[in-house]
């Protein structure tokens, strides 16, 4: 039933990366600014990564 539904709705599918990487968002407690955004190892952005 899974299969005939995927089917249907024309979904693509492809393999993720099998390697992890690692995502630090930092800010100061009770500011306003901007979090710090930085990425480790395989991390992107989820947008670079389609």
């Known amino acids: ?7 249907e709705t024309d979904t693509k599918f492809w393999r993720a990366h099998l ?3 690692m995502i630090r ?4 407690f009770g ?5 710090d955004i930085e ?3 395989t991390a992107c952005n989820l947008a670079d990564a389609l």
Do not use: A, H, P, Y
């Open 39 to 41: 990425t480790f190892g």
């Open 19 to 21: 390697s992890s990487g």
């Open 31 to 35: 500011s306003r600014s901007d979090w």
């Open 1 to 7: 039933m899974v299969e005939k539904t995927i089917k």
């Open 25 to 28: 968002l930092r800010k100061k």
